[in-house]
């Protein structure tokens, strides 16, 4: 049968605790010794002053992504959090996905086919309930193709903005579990080029023109990155439950070689900007479309390859001193092509009795875009208010989809060609579409000097399922210059996407999600802050409704689900050379319909990074990742999916030999754990193995003049 691929032992823990208690020790012991240590020279007080102010400092960061307004973090509605680049780069960190398991109840993963998952809080485990932006630009689409946004390198990033969360009622569809804003670097001129990680070479650069004089500016921001892999070995895969371990080419090494392009163009004239941008990503087969471990690879393009552009133009203009208007113009367009083996030769054809064709081969191919017009007007009028009104049209289509195999569908009879299905046997309806029309309303009032509400409500109707109302009331009490309280409630809400709406099969499909999934959630947050001190406590509480659930060759509304947890952060400086940052996050889950927790949710995640400059130049940092254990499906016999610990250690050498150039080295995995993400039931008994080794790399980087 073919599918759409969308779809330790006392010793080793006890090496793993010496390790990473050694570690720890031994930047402590450190930090002690700086102590006792004569003032910086003045000499060596010049050269470190802007890589220490950069890194050591406790930030009063601001942002607009909680309220389009600019607020300082700890003061915005909700629960968010911002990586720095300084940061990132001083951890080693290379990609978006990398970085954003910083963030506390953020677990990334990969699925069969090797792409990224995302979850936040134990909700989901995928990319399509979290809301994306780019420099604050969407990059989510309802094709229900996969985001590729994970790949981009932080060299390219000036920091990432993460709402933990519901933000649905200023955002709209996605937004259902969180918000990830990417902001690119910006008047900068820099190169950097990195080796290492899983056979991986990567390139990229940035450069800005700027003329003040005329309020012009324009960045070019280019990267990209190929993986050879790690030549990984996977266990048995999904045909040894059925007996046909014989004929499987497992056990055996993964094609795990991929790569990434990004490019992107920034423009500002006044209050006009434009922002164009194109990505794409390759990726072999991995663990196969449908669980069996494909052989070595026959063709050049076997795999899948996803490649998306985005241009958006926008003009925000001044209506009267106390308004202002802005106008947005989106246009999105993607492609997804997928080349890849179903089975080994000889496979009997499960069920029916038939021979699978030798190298028996799937291809799927989709074609869409969405366009979007929003207008948005800020209105001052009332004292203490901030009111903003937002309207929108959206329309996203499937240009063409179709999928082609070297058998005859209906009777799995072998061809000795491709033969392409469409139309009525295409996977998808060919006239899927969707039509959206948003309204939003937004104050932010100032009831007292150190009491701020904010009030929103947003409506969204759909032509092909339900419409959809988000409110949210929040609550920040600035208790004094040190405490701040808040608290909120929010609704938010996750479309079916167009293949799961509409899709076909030459299977019957008796049922289609229909209604929006959508969850309601309540937080409660403590903020201390010193000027070398922040501490931050948030509890919630989500209750999830009219769940998107697979179900045979569909996916239906099912059921209910709630999430409840605590998330606590740590950020610690020590005068000039040494800084702590910790987080731990517990999350509770629990399926209503199964009885069980939301399959791939775990309970436990932390975070340990510790910065310490030996030198005024010289800085070393460190990292330690806690996953633990991850849920199963509900008819998966198999214990918990065991946790690790991720230990890595960077070493960075700023200004060497000439200002500007930096060296970096690092080893990611220094415990060699066995890193997996779950794999379903009935599949890979030994789940999708991705890292067992610890890997070295080197990066050199240059800022111009």
């Given at each position: 049968?073919?599918?759409?691929?969308?779809?330790?032992?006392?010793?080793?823990?006890?090496?793993?605790?010496?390790?990473?208690?050694?570690?720890?020790?031994?930047?402590?012991?450190?930090?002690?010794?700086?102590?006792?240590?004569?003032p910086?020279?003045?000499?060596?007080?010049?050269?470190?002053?802007?890589?220490?102010?950069?890194?050591?400092?406790?930030?009063?960061?601001?942002?607009?992504?909680?309220?389009?307004?600019?607020?300082?973090?700890?003061?915005?509605?909700?629960?968010?959090?911002?990586?720095?680049?300084?940061?990132?780069?001083?951890?080693?960190?290379?990609?978006?996905?990398?970085?954003?398991?910083?963030?506390?109840?953020?677990?990334?993963?990969?699925?069969?086919?090797?792409?990224?998952?995302?979850?936040?809080?134990?909700?989901?485990?995928?990319?399509?309930?979290?809301?994306?932006?780019?420099?604050?630009?969407?990059?989510?689409?309802?094709?229900?193709?996969?985001?590729?946004?994970?790949?981009?390198?932080?060299?390219?990033?000036e920091?990432?903005?993460?709402?933990?969360?519901?933000g649905?009622?200023?955002?709209?569809?996605?937004?259902?579990?969180?918000?990830?804003?990417?902001?690119?670097?910006?008047?900068a001129?820099?190169?950097?080029?990195?080796?290492?990680?899983?056979?991986?070479?990567?390139?990229?650069?940035?450069?800005?023109?700027?003329?003040?004089?005329?309020n012009?500016?324009?960045?070019?921001?280019?990267?990209?990155?190929?993986?050879?892999?790690?030549?990984?070995?996977?266990?048995?895969?999904?045909?040894?439950?059925?007996?046909?371990?014989?004929?499987?080419?497992?056990?055996?090494?993964?094609?795990?070689?991929?790569?990434?392009?990004?490019?992107?163009?920034?423009?500002?004239?006044?209050?006009?900007?434009?922002?164009?941008?194109?990505?794409?990503?390759?990726?072999?087969?991995?663990?196969?479309a449908?669980?069996?471990?494909?052989?070595?690879?026959?063709?050049?393009?076997?795999?899948?390859?996803?490649?998306?552009?985005?241009?958006?133009?926008?003009?925000?203009?001044?209506?009267?001193?106390?308004?202002?208007?802005e106008l947005?113009?989106?246009?999105?367009?993607?492609?997804?092509?997928?080349?890849?083996?179903?089975?080994?030769?000889?496979?009997?054809?499960l069920?029916?009795?038939?021979?699978?064709?030798?190298?028996?081969?799937?291809?799927?191919?989709?074609?869409?875009?969405?366009?979007?017009?929003?207008?948005?007007?800020?209105?001052?009028?009332?004292?203490?208010?901030?009111?903003?009104?937002?309207?929108?049209?959206?329309?996203?289509?499937?240009?063409?989809?179709?999928?082609?195999?070297?058998?005859?569908?209906?009777?799995?009879?072998?061809?000795?060609?491709?033969?392409?299905?469409?139309?009525?046997?295409?996977?998808?309806?060919?006239?899927?579409?969707?039509?959206?029309?948003?309204?939003?309303?937004?104050?932010?009032?100032?009831?007292?000097?150190?009491?701020?509400?904010?009030?929103?409500?947003?409506?969204?109707?759909?032509?092909?399922?339900?419409?959809?109302?988000?409110?949210?009331?929040?609550?920040?009490?600035?208790?004094?210059?040190?405490?701040?309280?808040?608290?909120q409630?929010?609704?938010?809400?996750?479309?079916?996407?167009?293949?799961?709406?509409?899709?076909?099969?030459?299977?019957?499909?008796?049922?289609?999600?229909?209604?929006?999934?959508?969850?309601?959630?309540?937080?409660?947050?403590?903020?201390?802050?010193?000027?070398?001190?922040?501490?931050?406590?948030?509890?919630?509480?989500s209750?999830?409704?009219?769940?998107?659930?697979?179900?045979?060759?569909s996916?239906?509304?099912?059921?209910?689900?709630?999430?409840?947890?605590?998330?606590?952060?740590?950020?610690?400086?020590?005068?000039?050379?040494?800084?702590?940052?910790?987080?731990?996050?517990?999350?509770?889950?629990?399926?209503?319909?199964?009885?069980?927790?939301?399959?791939?949710?775990?309970?436990?995640?932390?975070?340990?990074?510790?910065?310490?400059?030996?030198?005024?130049?010289?800085?070393?940092?460190?990292?330690?990742?806690?996953?633990?254990?991850?849920?199963?499906?509900?008819?998966?016999?198999r214990?918990?999916?065991?946790?690790?610990?991720?230990?890595?250690?960077?070493?960075?050498?700023?200004?060497?030999?000439?200002?500007?150039?930096?060296?970096?080295?690092?080893?990611?995995?220094?415990?060699?754990?066995?890193?997996?993400?779950?794999?379903?039931?009935?599949?890979?008994?030994?789940?999708?193995?991705l890292?067992?080794?610890r890997?070295?790399?080197?990066?050199?980087?240059?800022?111009?003049?």
């Amino acid at each position: 049968m073919v599918s759409i691929p969308f779809s330790i032992d006392t010793l080793g823990r006890w090496r793993r605790s010496l390790a990473v208690s050694a570690f720890c020790a031994g930047v402590a012991t450190g930090a002690d010794l700086r102590a006792a240590d004569a003032p910086l020279t003045p000499q060596e007080d010049a050269q470190s002053d802007r890589q220490q102010a950069e890194l050591l400092a406790v930030l009063d960061e601001a942002t607009e992504l909680a309220t389009k307004n600019r607020i300082n973090v700890d003061y915005v509605p909700g629960i968010m959090t911002v990586l720095e680049r300084a940061e990132m780069l001083a951890l080693g960190v290379r990609t978006v996905a990398d970085a954003l398991t910083l963030i506390p109840g953020v677990l990334v993963e990969r699925n069969g086919t090797g792409e990224m998952t995302l979850s936040i809080r134990g909700q989901g485990n995928s990319n399509g309930t979290v809301k994306v932006l780019i420099d604050s630009v969407s990059m989510n689409t309802s094709d229900g193709a996969v985001l590729i946004f994970d790949e981009m390198p932080v060299e390219q990033v000036e920091r990432i903005e993460v709402i933990r969360g519901p933000g649905s009622a200023l955002y709209g569809e996605f937004a259902f579990s969180g918000v990830v804003n990417i902001v690119t670097l910006q008047r900068a001129r820099r190169a950097h080029v990195r080796y290492g990680d899983a056979n991986t070479t990567q390139v990229g650069g940035v450069y800005s023109l700027e003329d003040p004089e005329r309020n012009l500016s324009l960045t070019m921001n280019l990267a990209g990155w190929d993986s050879r892999g790690l030549g990984i070995e996977a266990g048995p895969d999904s045909l040894y439950p059925l007996g046909l371990g014989d004929f499987s080419n497992a056990p055996g090494a993964v094609d795990d070689s991929q790569g990434y392009r990004f490019g992107q163009l920034r423009f500002n004239a006044g209050d006009f900007s434009l922002l164009a941008q194109y990505q794409t990503t390759r990726k072999d087969p991995f663990f196969g479309a449908i669980d069996i471990l494909p052989g070595p690879m026959q063709w050049g393009d076997e795999g899948s390859t996803m490649t998306k552009s985005v241009v958006q133009a926008g003009y925000a203009f001044p209506l009267s001193a106390r308004s202002r208007a802005e106008l947005k113009m989106h246009w999105h367009e993607g492609w997804m092509e997928s080349d890849q083996r179903l089975g080994p030769a000889g496979l009997p054809a499960l069920g029916i009795g038939a021979i699978m064709p030798e190298d028996s081969r799937q291809k799927l191919y989709t074609h869409s875009n969405r366009i979007q017009l929003e207008a948005a007007l800020d209105w001052e009028g009332w004292t203490d208010h901030r009111m903003r009104f937002e309207v929108s049209v959206a329309e996203n289509k499937m240009l063409d989809a179709w999928w082609a195999f070297n058998l005859d569908l209906l009777t799995l009879e072998p061809l000795p060609f491709m033969r392409r299905y469409s139309g009525e046997l295409g996977f998808i309806d060919p006239d899927a579409s969707r039509t959206m029309r948003s309204v939003m309303f937004q104050d932010q009032w100032s009831a007292r000097p150190d009491l701020d509400l904010t009030l929103g409500v947003r409506y969204d109707a759909y032509s092909d399922v339900g419409d959809n109302v988000s409110p949210r009331l929040a609550a920040v009490w600035r208790v004094t210059d040190q405490h701040v309280l808040k608290a909120q409630v929010a609704s938010a809400f996750f479309p079916p996407s167009l293949l799961q709406r509409h899709i076909q099969s030459f299977l019957p499909v008796i049922e289609t999600a229909r209604d929006p999934e959508t969850t309601r959630t309540a937080e409660l947050a403590y903020i201390f802050r010193r000027a070398d001190t922040v501490g931050r406590a948030s509890a919630y509480y989500s209750r999830l409704y009219d769940l998107i659930t697979a179900s045979g060759s569909s996916w239906v509304n099912l059921g209910e689900a709630r999430t409840q947890g605590v998330e606590l952060e740590w950020q610690q400086a020590f005068g000039r050379r040494f800084k702590l940052q910790a987080n731990l996050s517990y999350a509770d889950t629990l399926n209503y319909e199964t009885g069980g927790p939301i399959p791939g949710a775990a309970n436990w995640l932390g975070n340990l990074s510790l910065f310490y400059y030996l030198a005024p130049d010289v800085l070393l940092a460190g990292r330690w990742n806690h996953v633990g254990d991850r849920a199963r499906e509900s008819d998966d016999s198999r214990s918990d999916l065991a946790g690790y610990d991720n230990v890595t250690l960077t070493l960075s050498w700023f200004n060497v030999g000439a200002q500007g150039l930096d060296l970096r080295l690092g080893v990611t995995n220094l415990l060699g754990e066995t890193v997996r993400s779950p794999a379903p039931a009935l599949t890979y008994d030994e789940d999708y193995p991705l890292v067992d080794e610890r890997t070295l790399w080197v990066q050199l980087s240059y800022e111009l003049p």
